[in-house]
């Protein structure tokens, strides 16, 4: 499958608190992005302790906004 990003944004938050406003406010923005373009939706990715990533991709459906946790090797 192929993977097209449109825009990408690294949060690192030291409370919940920050990355609740942070991670709100990012996804906000990419979708008013999304609604500009008419396509694609937003996938949020945790990848450590404080540490999200997210993304305006056309591998999530308009409209939609996917969560998912990255999983490292142990």
Known sequence: MSTTTLAKRNITASTVEQAHSEL?????EFQREAALL???GVL??????GRFTVELSDDVPYGFTHETVALTAA
């Open 24 to 28: 709100n406010a990012v996804v906000e």
């Open 44 to 49: 949020v990715t945790k990848t450590g302790p």
């Open 38 to 40: 008419g396509r694609s």
